[in-house]
């Protein structure tokens, strides 16, 4: 079992690099974004799906650190609060993610809670002074596809994930698929958000599958 999560973690640690890299060179060869827009976030998305499943798994598995895991969740809910603050396209997505995780019930430890009341408080001022159809349109795409993927997810078989067809859907194919429809329908304004959106949730499956393996580091 290990090794086979040694091999899983090497495989979305590649993917991870590789969709990041993606992400920056497609938004430059079209010229939609600015070079420092683009960097920003690839790297947030990437960089925020990792900090999240940290936290996650600092709770669900003693592997990481509880006390590491909460202070993060600090940093990483203004970080995020302020993606949705300063970006349209980004808080069309991560105002549906928070949603969903918040309807599914799926907020269940301190980091979790703290980091949701950080970002979903600023993505509720964001949405208050910058609404749009486009955007309220997207939220819900988001909102209905990550349930759906989250209640999939907490079937017993897809959660175990020893078939072709749970580990599929274990990586939330339902929300992925979403979010490239959106971007086919302009409700996202660049692919370079289908891309930084494979890093965040590649970067999520990369550090899950390094806690499987993981020795305890305490709380």
């Not at 991870?16 to 430059?28: E, H, P, S, W």
């Not at 960089?47 to 003693?62: E, H």
């Not at 409700?187 to 959106?197: E, M, Q, V």
């Amino acid at each position: 079992m290990r090794r086979t999560n040694g091999r899983e973690a090497l495989f979305f640690g590649l993917l991870t690099v590789l969709v990041t890299i993606c992400a920056g060179v497609y938004a430059y060869q079209m010229g939609e974004v600015n070079l420092n827009h683009q960097l920003v976030i690839a790297f947030s998305f990437v960089s925020l799906g990792m900090l999240i499943k940290y936290g996650d798994q600092a709770f669900d598995t003693d592997v990481f650190s509880r006390r590491s895991a909460t202070i993060l969740a600090i940093p990483g809910g203004i970080w995020m609060g302020a993606l949705i603050l300063l970006d349209v396209d980004s808080a069309t997505i991560f105002l549906g993610l928070l949603l969903a995780l918040m309807v599914a019930a799926k907020y269940d430890n301190m980091a979790f809670k703290l980091g949701f009341l950080i970002a979903g408080g600023i993505g509720l001022y964001a949405a208050v002074i910058a609404p749009s159809p486009e955007m309220l349109v997207g939220i819900i795409a988001v909102f209905v596809a990550a349930f759906i993927d989250e209640k999939i997810n907490d079937m017993e078989w897809v959660e175990r994930a020893d078939t072709p067809a749970g580990w599929i859907l274990r990586q939330r194919p339902v929300l992925k698929g979403t979010i490239l429809l959106l971007c086919a329908l302009s409700i996202l304004s660049s692919y370079l958000y289908f891309f930084a959106f494979l890093g965040f949730d590649f970067g999520y499956a990369f550090v899950e599958s390094i806690s499987k393996g993981g020795i305890s580091t305490g709380t």
